[in-house]
C-alpha cells in the first residue's frame, strides 16, 4: 500500500462556530503539517480538537455554523478532498458500519466507487496491515473485542488509501491490552503507507514517544503552543502546562498533592453519612457465597428455546464496611454483570447473596430480605448506590438540582412509603452535594448538556445524595480527563473517610493505587464476549438452509405474492391452503417443529385474538349465538371471525419463515441493487439496523439505572407508566449520540455523495427461479382452491 | 467557506439526517419491543369490546411524527414509520408483509400535514394533528385498503376514531414532548429541530436557524 503519500495540512485562519454556541469552537487558527508528520494534538476539554479533526475529515458542514478561513489537504479544501482523509472516533460501537467485517472494510471503497475486483484486494491488504487477517470476511464485527473495532475501523480507512488519519481518542474506551493493539496498528498503517496521523489524546504517554510533533490548541482560539513530541517527557514547564489543562503526562500522578485517605477530615462530622463508632469498622456488610451471574434471567423465556448460562461461576466475595475492594479481569469475564448482580439489579443465577444487618441497617431496615434484589428500589438507593459506566444512563431529570434532589427523594423507610429523609434535610443534601461537585453553576443546567467530566461528577452525586453506605462503580474512569479522575478519587475518598465503603469494576490501575483498594482478580474461564442481543431478536438467522442461500428479493417477491392472495380474499381454504405450503417448505428454511412452534405461536395466539374480536364486532348475521348486551356473538361473526384468524396467521407464517432465513445484509444490497431503492436511504437503515442489539442493551441498562435511581418500572401503572416513559427517552438520547458518531464515521469513508460500486453482486441465479415460482404457485394455489371449494369472499368487493 | 446565515432550509437530506432518521427507526423498534412485552397485560383490557383496543395503537404510529418533528425534511414521516415496520417485519409481526403497507400508509397521514404547512409548523397542535391523520390512514388501511378487520359499519368507525384519538395523544403529544427534550438535551446538533425547545408551543412554531 505504499502509493498513498502522506497528505500536507494547512489551516489558514481556520474558524468554526457550531450553531447555538456563543464563542467559537476554534478562532483563527494558522497551523501547517507536512505530509507524514505524525502530531499529537492536545489541549484543555472543550478546546476544538475534534472540531478541527472532523474539519480536516469533511463532515463539518452545519447550515447555521459560522465558519471563516480554510482547512486545506494538499492545497486542496478538506471538504472536497473526499477519501483523503479517515476519522476513527472514540466509541468503538459507532465506528462499525456492517455486521461481517469484510463487508465493513469494503464500505468506504464502495462508496470512492472503486472497482468491484479491486475492492477485495484492498479488504484483504487492509485487513492484513491491522492484524485481522485471521478472521472470515464473514466474520460478524458485533462479535469483536473493543480493541479489535477499532482495528476493523482503521481497515475500513485504510481501504481508502488515504493520506491522513485523523484518531480523536481511539483508546479512550479499551482495556490496556486494547490500547496497546490499536497503538500499534495505527503506527504500522502509518509506516506502511505514509500518511500523515493526528491524534488527540489525553492520555500522553501511550502515544508521546512515537509522535513527531506536540500541537497544543488554546480553548476558543487557535494553536497555543508547538514543540518536538520529545520534550512532554524532559521539559518541565511543559510537563506542568500539560498536566494544568487536565492532561495524563507520563510520570506525573494526578493525585499529586491530594489530601492521604483518612486524612485530616475524619473526625469531622459529615451530614451526608450517618456518624460511624470506629468498632463497626470492618463489619461484613455483603456476601456472595457460590454466586453465578448471567446477564439474562435465569428463567425461560418464550422467545428462547432454553435457559440462558450464566457468564460467572462460584464466584465468593465479602465486602466489609469502610474498605474499597476493586474487582479486576479480562473483558467478557463477567466483571459488569457480577456488579449488577451485588448491585441487586440483576437476580442471582444460582449460590447465595446476603445482605447483613450492618447494611440492612436497624429498625424497619431489619425488615427487609436478604437478597438485595427482592429490595424495592426505594430501600435500594438508600443502602446501595450505583454508578453506571455510561452516566447518561442514569440522568432521569431536567436540572442538575433536581437530579441531586431525587435520590434523596427516594429513600424510603424499610416498608413503608414514608421519605427518609424531610424537605429541609434534602435540600441541604442538595446544596452541599453542588458545592462538593463543582457544580452550584449548573445547578439549573439539563444533564446531558454538561461536560463529560462534569456528568461523571453528577452521576456520582445522585447516587451519594440518597446517603448509601455502599457505593459501586463500574468503569468510573473510563475516557476521563486527568482531572476528572481527580475528582473522582477524591469523591470517593471522602465517602470512604466518612465509613463509607466502595466496589469497583475497572481495568484502571491508577484508580485502584489512588484509592489504596483491595483487590479482586476475577479469572478469565468462561468463552469470549457474549454477542449483543440482535440474534436473539432476529430469532437466529438460518442462513445455512437452502433457502437461506437464495436470492433476497426472489424470497420477498414470493412472499409477496402470497401475502397478495391472503389479503384478496377473507377465507378459511385459502388460509388452509398456505398454512399447509408453508409447512411443506419448512426443511428448505431448516426449521424445526420445535423451533416453528417457538417462533409461531405468540401469532397463533394473536391470530385467536383477531378472530374473537371480529366475532364481537363483525356485523350480526344468522342465529345470534352470545349476547352480551351490547354486542353479540352470530353465527355468521363467528364464522368471519374464525376465516379471519386463519387469515392472519396464514400471513404471517410465510414471512417468518422468510425472513427467519435473510439476512438484512443481502436483503439491503437485494433492494438497493436489483429494486433500485435509493441507496443512501437503504444503507442508512442497514447501518441503523446493526445498532438493534446495542440499542436493546441499552434498554436493559436504562432499566436496571432507573431501578438505581429509585424510580423503576414497578408498583402501580402511574409509576410503571411514567418509568417507561423515561426509559424510551434514554434510549431515544442513546440512540441520537449513537447516531451522529455513526454518521460522521459513514461521512468520513466517503459515504452519501456520487456514485458508489456494490463489493458483492446482488443478482438473480437460477435457482432462484423456483423460490419466485414456488410463491406464485401458492397464491394461485390458495386463490384456486377458494373460487372451487366457494369460499372466495373478496374483501374489495 | 464563508460566513454565512440561513433563514429557508434545504430540503434535501444529508447524511446526518439519514442516519439518524434511520437509528430513531430502529430504537422505536426496540421500544415496540419492550412495549410487546407489557402491552399483553393492557390488550386484556379491550377483550370485552375489541373495538376500542386501538386507543393504544398510537403506540405503533410514534415513529413517524418523531421522524418528522426532528428530521424535519419531506418523507421523514414516511421513512421513519416505514423501517420501524420493516424492523418489526423481520423480528416477526403479527401483520407479515403486510406491516410495509400500513407502515406506509399510516406514515403518509403524518406526512401530509407536515407537506400541507411546507414543513415550517412544527408545533404542538401539528403534532397532535399527524398522529391523528396517521391513525386515520393506519385505520383505512386496516378497513378498506389491505382489510385485516370485518366490522359493521358502527364498531368501524369507532375503532379508526378510537386509533385518530389514540395517535393525537400517544404519537403526537408525547413525539412532541421527546422531541423539546431531546433538544434541550442538546443531542440534535446537526439537525434542523436543535432549537425545539425554544419554539413556542403553539402556532407559530418556525423552523428558524
Known sequence: ?797 | MSSRKTTTRSWSWTVSDIVVASVLAVASGVIFWGWNLSYHLIGNLFVFYPPVETLVHGMWLFPAVLGALVIRKPGAAIYCEMVAAAISALLGSQWGLTVLSSGFMQGLGAELVFLAVLYRRFSLEFAMLAGAASGLTGGITYHWIVPMYAYAPLETIIHISCFALSGAVIAGVLPWLATRGLAASSVLGPLASRRAHREPMLLGGTPRG
Open chain 1, 1 to 797: 500500500m505504499g502509493e498513498a503519500p502522506g497528505v500536507a495540512v494547512a489551516a489558514e485562519g481556520w474558524s468554526w462556530q457550531h450553531a447555538e454556541r456563543e464563542t467559537p469552537a476554534i478562532a483563527a487558527l494558522d497551523l501547517q503539517i507536512s505530509a507524514g508528520e505524525k502530531v499529537l494534538l492536545a489541549g484543555a476539554s472543550g478546546a476544538g480538537k475534534s472540531t478541527l479533526l472532523h474539519g480536516l475529515a469533511g463532515v463539518l458542514h452545519d447550515e447555521d455554523a459560522q465558519a471563516a478561513g480554510q482547512l486545506l489537504l494538499d492545497g486542496v479544501p478538506a471538504e472536497q478532498a473526499r477519501g483523503r482523509a479517515g476519522l476513527m472516533q472514540q466509541d468503538p460501537e459507532s465506528q462499525v458500519v456492517l455486521s461481517r467485517i469484510g463487508d465493513d472494510v469494503a464500505f468506504a471503497a464502495e462508496n470512492l466507487a472503486v472497482p468491484r475486483a479491486e475492492i477485495w484486494d484492498r479488504v484483504d491488504s487492509a485487513l492484513e496491515a491491522v492484524g485481522l487477517s485471521g478472521f472470515e470476511l464473514e466474520h460478524p464485527s458485533a462479535k469483536l473485542s473493543g480493541g479489535q473495532k477499532q482495528r476493523l475501523a482503521l481497515a475500513g480507512i485504510l481501504a481508502m488509501r488515504p493520506g491522513l488519519l485523523l484518531l480523536d481518542e481511539p483508546t479512550a474506551n479499551l482495556d490496556p491490552a486494547g490500547v496497546r493493539q490499536v497503538r500499534n496498528a495505527v503506527l504500522r498503517a502509518a509506516e506502511l503507507t505514509g500518511a500523515t496521523v493526528i491524534v488527540v489524546e489525553h492520555r500522553l504517554e501511550i502515544w508521546a514517544e512515537h509522535m513527531d510533533t506536540l500541537v497544543v490548541l488554546e480553548t476558543g482560539a487557535g494553536v497555543r503552543r508547538r514543540s518536538p513530541a520529545a520534550q512532554i517527557r524532559t521539559d518541565q514547564a511543559l510537563g506542568d502546562e500539560l498536566s494544568s489543562m487536565g492532561l495524563w503526562v507520563p510520570g506525573r500522578d494526578p493525585l499529586h498533592g491530594l489530601s492521604i485517605p483518612r486524612g485530616a477530615g475524619a473526625d469531622q462530622e459529615d451530614p451526608l453519612k450517618e456518624p460511624q463508632c470506629p468498632d463497626q469498622q470492618g463489619e461484613l456488610l455483603l456476601h456472595a457465597g457460590k454466586l453465578a451471574v448471567g446477564r439474562h434471567s435465569p428463567t425461560t423465556r418464550w422467545r428462547r428455546g432454553s435457559i440462558a448460562p450464566p457468564t460467572l461461576t462460584g464466584v465468593e466475595v465479602e465486602i466489609r464496611r469502610g474498605e474499597t475492594l476493586g474487582i479486576t479481569g479480562a473483558n467478557g469475564a463477567g466483571k459488569s454483570t457480577l456488579l449488577l448482580t451485588l448491585a441487586g439489579l440483576l437476580p442471582a443465577h444460582g449460590g447465595t447473596l446476603t445482605a447483613t444487618a450492618g447494611l440492612k441497617g436497624d429498625g424497619p431496615g431489619q425488615l427487609l430480605a436478604a437478597d438485595p434484589h427482592e429490595w424495592r428500589s426505594a430501600d435500594l438507593v438508600a443502602r446501595i448506590g450505583m454508578v453506571f459506566q455510561e452516566p447518561e444512563h442514569q440522568f432521569v431529570r431536567g436540572s442538575v438540582a433536581a437530579e441531586l434532589a431525587l435520590g434523596a427523594e427516594q429513600a424510603k423507610v424499610p416498608g413503608t412509603a414514608e421519605p427518609l429523609y424531610t424537605p429541609a434535610e434534602i435540600d441541604a443534601r442538595v446544596q452541599l452535594l453542588l458545592d462538593r461537585l463543582g457544580l452550584r453553576a449548573l445547578a439549573q443546567a439539563n444533564p446531558f448538556t454538561l461536560s463529560g467530566g462534569e456528568k461523571r461528577r453528577l452521576s456520582v452525586g445522585t447516587v451519594l445524595a440518597a446517603g448509601p453506605e455502599l457505593l459501586m462503580l463500574d468503569e468510573p474512569t473510563f475516557g476521563q480527563d486527568a482531572h476528572t479522575f481527580r475528582e473522582l478519587i477524591s469523591l470517593l475518598r471522602e465517602h470512604v473517610d466518612a465509613g463509607g465503603t466502595v466496589l469497583a469494576v475497572t481495568h484502571d490501575a491508577a484508580f485502584l493505587r489512588g484509592l489504596q483498594a483491595r483487590e479482586l482478580e476475577l479469572s478469565r474461564d468462561t468463552p469470549p464476549p457474549e454477542a449483543p442481543a440482535a440474534g436473539e431478536l432476529f430469532g437466529g438467522m438460518r442462513a445455512d438452509s437452502w433457502l437461506g442461500r437464495r436470492n433476497a428479493l426472489a424470497k420477498l417477491i414470493a412472499v409477496f405474492l402470497i401475502t397478495a392472495a391472503l389479503v384478496m380474499t377473507i377465507d378459511v381454504v385459502s388460509a388452509g391452503v398456505v398454512v399447509l405450503a408453508s409447512l411443506a417448505a419448512l426443511p428448505l428454511a431448516g426449521i424445526r417443529a420445535a423451533g416453528l412452534f417457538r417462533l409461531m405461536w405468540p401469532f397463533a395466539l394473536g391470530a385467536v385474538v383477531a378472530a374473537w374480536g371480529t366475532a364481537l364486532a363483525a356485523e350480526e348475521s344468522g342465529a345470534v349465538l352470545v349476547d352480551l348486551g351490547f354486542t353479540t356473538i352470530s353465527e355468521g361473526s363467528l364464522a368471519l371471525g374464525l376465516a379471519l384468524g386463519a387469515r392472519a396467521f396464514a400471513i404471517v407464517l410465510p414471512s417468518v419463515i422468510i425472513f427467519s432465513t435473510t439476512d438484512p445484509t443481502d436483503l439491503a444490497d437485494a433492494l438497493a441493487q436489483q429494486l433500485r431503492l435509493p441507496a443512501r436511504f437503504v444503507l442508512g437503515a442497514l447501518a441503523a439496523m446493526r445498532l438493534l442489539g446495542l440499542l436493546a442493551e441499552h434498554w436493559t441498562t436504562l432499566g436496571h439505572a432507573r431501578r438505581a435511581r429509585g424510580v423503576g418500572a414497578h408498583g402501580g401503572a402511574r409509576q410503571r407508566l411514567r418509568s417507561t416513559l423515561s426509559q424510551a427517552f434514554g434510549l431515544l438520547v442513546q440512540a441520537i449520540r449513537m447516531a451522529t458518531r455513526l454518521a460522521v464515521t459513514m461521512e468520513s469513508r466517503g459515504f452519501g455523495a456520487g456514485r458508489r460500486t456494490w463489493a458483492r453482486a446482488a443478482r438473480f441465479h437460477a435457482a432462484d427461479l423456483p423460490v419466485i415460482l414456488g410463491g406464485a404457485l401458492i397464491g394461485a394455489a390458495a386463490v384456486c382452491a377458494a373460487v372451487a371449494a366457494g369460499t372466495w369472499n373478496f374483501v374489495w368487493s
